[in-house]
């Protein structure tokens, strides 16, 4: 099989992982491809042209990181991050969709700072960032009170590839004619968060899947 990566691209590095925590790595080529220009090879291969972009042996397309990463688990039939229908489904199921909203405000956030300065739009910047701050709040508060404890979850992957630091410099993918972007300070005030990351960060499926300086 192979993957359609960026290596810089968080919803491609949460699939990284999971290839890597499954023991994966002989069974799924992981391949990074340029996306958003014009002429991009992915758009041959999966018209959305977003990664992660899977293309089993038998040749089917795949995209959206929880799709992949369900069908990757069950691959071997003997899944890891299947959530069961018992009390503790919904839990589990409202907080990975807490963490995938975070990244998902990120994301937009950040692509702002990859326009030229004269494109940015300053009202997504602050929404984006206030929005990031207030779920960052929420999930400190998350981590203080276990949530983040049980065993290894697609939430915790998220949450881990959501929140690295952010730009790498020189970039020159970014105009810095007005500065440099902010970073998102995450970790100001926000202690249980800092903590878990650092701790979980030590995993290899998260320590091997840094996104590289550029
Ligand atoms: N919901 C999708 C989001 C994927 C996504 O937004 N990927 C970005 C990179 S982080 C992308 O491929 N962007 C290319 C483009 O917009 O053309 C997922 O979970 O996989």
Not at 47 to 72: H, K, M, N, Q, W
Not at 168 to 181: F, T, Y
Request: proline residues 10%; contains cysteine.
């Amino acid at each position: 099989m192979k993957l359609y990566v960026t290596l810089s691209s968080p919803y491609s590095r949460l699939v990284r992982a999971v290839i890597i925590e499954k023991r994966l790595q002989d069974r799924v080529a992981v391949t990074p491809i340029q996306t958003r220009t014009p002429d991009s090879p992915l758009y041959s291969i999966n018209p959305s042209g977003r990664v992660p972009t899977l293309v089993t042996d038998a040749g089917v397309i795949f995209e959206d990181s929880a799709l992949i990463c369900t069908y990757l688990d069950l691959l071997d039939g003997a899944p890891i991050f299947d959530i069961p229908y018992d009390k503790n489904r919904w839990p589990a199921l409202r907080l990975e969709a807490r963490v995938r909203s975070l990244l998902d405000g990120i994301s937009v956030w950040g692509r702002e700072f990859y326009r030229p300065v004269n494109e940015r739009s300053p009202t997504i910047i602050e929404h984006e960032t206030a929005r990031a701050h207030r779920l960052a709040d929420a999930l400190d508060k998350d981590v203080a009170a276990g949530l983040f404890d049980g065993p290894l979850s697609i939430a915790q992957l998220l949450l881990a590839c959501a929140l690295p630091p952010y730009w790498h410099w020189p970039n020159p993918k970014l105009d810095v004619s007005e500065g440099h972007p902010p970073e998102f300070e995450w970790r100001s005030d926000r202690s249980n968060l800092s903590n878990w990351v650092d701790r979980f960060s030590e995993r290899p499926s998260i320590r091997e899947t840094i996104p590289p300086a550029n």
